[in-house]
């Protein structure tokens, strides 16, 4: 195929390559747009959040709210661990932020500790653990078992100690079986991608979260 015929071919075809290129460039820019303003679909892979997160749950979690408030204690928060390096490369943010090709590793737990607080984990003789929050037992009905813990050891945040300033402590629902604060320590509020607040599949499981 010589220079004219491939020129032929182009001018027959550009019509129909420039509106697949603007529609795909359109489609990238709302998914951009609904992704980092108002919200994006997550499903739940461990059960770290039973009994109110199963696996296999898919959940909404919006992000507009970040834009006039921080996360209150209760809040399900989904973010990026401590541990999680956030490369800030082109490719890397194009991916965070469309959701295409993102390898990027994200946590869902529920916000206990708040800057300021003073944070501690305490046991009674029957074995019940009670999180306290400046002095004060803090009331978890969502929790799966207080009696589900794992031992507290010197490696791990139990308390007494104060988060410090822009940091969270996160747990999970299920204390028997969640990596969260206790393990790797407090959370940057920087590091928050939004707040779990619908439930939308199966569903039977239909239900808004708190």
Request: proline content about 8%; overall charge positive; aromatic content about 16%.
């Amino acid at each position: 195929m010589n220079k004219e015929e491939l020129k032929e071919l182009y001018e027959k075809y550009r019509p129909a390559i420039k509106e697949t290129v603007e529609t795909v460039v359109f489609v990238i820019v709302m998914v951009i747009i609904i992704r980092f303003f108002l919200g994006e679909i997550r499903w739940i892979p461990s059960g770290s959040m039973k009994p109110t997160l199963i696996e296999g749950d898919r959940i909404f979690v919006e992000r507009f709210s970040r834009f006039y408030k921080t996360p209150e204690r209760g809040d399900i928060m989904v973010f990026y661990p401590p541990a999680e390096p956030l490369k800030n490369t082109p490719w890397k943010l194009f991916s965070r932020l469309t959701g295409f090709f993102c390898k990027d590793i994200a946590y869902i737990k529920r916000v206990i500790g708040m800057p300021g607080d003073k944070f501690e984990i305490k046991v009674d003789s029957t074995g019940k653990n009670t999180v306290y929050i400046n002095d004060k037992p803090l009331e978890e009905p969502y929790v799966r078992s207080p009696y589900e813990y794992p031992v507290c050891s010197e490696a791990m945040y139990c308390g007494p100690f104060v988060i410090p300033e822009h940091k969270y402590f996160m747990m999970g629902d299920n204390r028997g079986n969640s990596q969260d604060s206790r393990y790797w320590g407090f959370l940057d509020e920087k590091r928050f991608v939004g707040k779990a607040v619908f439930r939308f599949w199966p569903i039977t499981r239909i239900h808004t979260l708190k």
